[in-house]
DNA sequence: ATTAGCACTCTACTGACGCGAGTGCTAACA
DNA sequence: TGTTAGCACTCGCGTCAGTAGAGTGCTAAT
């Protein structure tokens, strides 16, 4: 465990270079941090921590920068996360009232939120339907010779696709081929409906075997369809304000890496937990972030857990700021969801 | 008007730069084209065509590279197009049959194709339901307290929200309600439907005014939201394979743009035609990107336009590629969309 | 244990220099 | 008169050496 000291120093190098991205030699802590000893004692001391793998020199004459653990001591140990200020959470607000009318927009305004606030890309994972339950489908008239087929869960989700009416059937057949599949699906849940329970219906339907299959397809693609959850993306231009991808090449990079929603997706599950998670730099399993941080956190509707905000960037971040502001999302974004009535 | 001999120099000027970014001489043009002429005819056709303003040179000792001028006289004039080659119209439709499952994926999937096909920003223009007309909204049980309000329109395009069932109120009232309010606005453009026609309609409602002021403002809200397009990108990464965009600050600025949907939606807007449009450098109207080219095409589906792809690059682009993929597009994409029943 | 002093190291910046690509001009040529 | 060869000139770019500055590690003094 290091001593008070040895943690001093360390936290003003880390808050220093997050802010300024230089390599910080031993003068400059002497002179703005004031810790009351000299250069030569800090040297001494940065030296140590070197050894310890907390820090690390970019090459012999520079200052020293943080290492991968001197992070994770420094979000385990020595940073604060205040509770964002009571004006962020005005504008906030605000923007979500000028900004978000459909639910989609929602999802989208708070990755801009985020990425707004902490000065960096933002993901939001929107929710899944998994564990949603069937209700019922049921057609809706469109023309003469077309229908809405709307599938509905208890979650209030509504998938919707145009059918063309069959050759030799009437509005009221599919309303009755309707009723039936409803009275066996009502109430599965959406993943447990799989093939063997088609098949089971599909022994009702001696005629119409045609009709049914069609039907049939289209319900699976939409529990396929709604399975794959929504990626939002925020903020992928600030990016290129940081001075670690002053090189075009890294930020291609990360940006084609960005384009990948499934990898993301990925990311993001395989730490998932009921706080705020940071990950950082070789931590990540996935290659292409291992120079990069990511601080992530689950938000709940009615308890469930629903999906995942996250924030994307180099190590060098403000691990603190972030954290507030996952914390925030964390708690409220249900609550913000349940407004608009998913 | 330009003699052949000048024409045949710029389009070599033309092809040999937009393949390599490199201003090009004299010497070049005579070893790679075989156009029968000495380099130093060919420098004075050179400078000639630099007085014309279809070439200009970034400094005294450099090749010449084309001006705006020269691109538009390239495109109006030089440029071939040829249909793409039945390989790529494979390629794409299995693309769209392998991702494209609902239909916002089609649109993604379609500015993923365009981008890789043309290596440059994409940008896709769903269709906006200005023209669409009210056919009928209807109640869907959900339980005890919840509805699910469906809003259909002609197109066969579903809007739903759910909606907490009033106080006092049982899902029959609520059905009466519909019928009363869809007697009134079935066939209805949903553009008309104004406060004045809701005024009319609220007058039947002595009782259950709260209700149906409910309702009408997730109407008005689901129309509005309707009208507002949407906008999906593809391809932004292809930018910084760009040699135009080595310089990070450059990125900065186009990809902050990129950002800004109501602004790309505004640009696309500005140049509707039925063809294929291309607008060059200082051509566009928005100083932000005015050393970039566009290339737009509408689409349309029952011969209604509906809206527009497009490419978004520096002014050294293939416009030949990407004029015949995205003629492609304006001709069959409407087919693609129509499948999956808009 | 802390600190001042000092020699050492490494990067970033600068200016000089030469190379190569390309031009414009002139004069010769068909 | 249009075309071409030759040539002097210009300019950007990469290389190289030299320098300034920041920072370190070590040693000796406090």
Redesign the pocket.
Known sequence: MLDE?KRKILQAIIDDYVSTA???????IARKYDL?????????E??DL?LLGYLE????????IPAAKGYRFYVDSLMSTPAISENDVMLITNWYQTRARRIEEVFQETAKIISRMTRNVSLVLAPQFGPAVFKYLQFMPLDNSRVILAIVTDTGYVENKVLTIPEGLVFDDLHRIAERINRRLSGQALEHIRSSVFHDIRQDFQHDRAVFDTLLEVIRQSIAGDKQERLYLGGTAQLLAQPEYRDVKKVKDLLSMLEEERLLCDILHTKESDGVVITIGGENKYSGIQDCSVVQATYRIDGQVVGTVAVLGPTRMEYGKITSVLEFMHRHLGDILNRYRL
Chains 1, 2 share one sequence.
């Open positions: 000291r230089e390599p910080i030699g031993s003068r400059t009351g000893i000299s250069p030569a004692t800090i040297r001494n940065m030296a070197e020199q970019p090459h012999t004459s520079a200052g020293r």
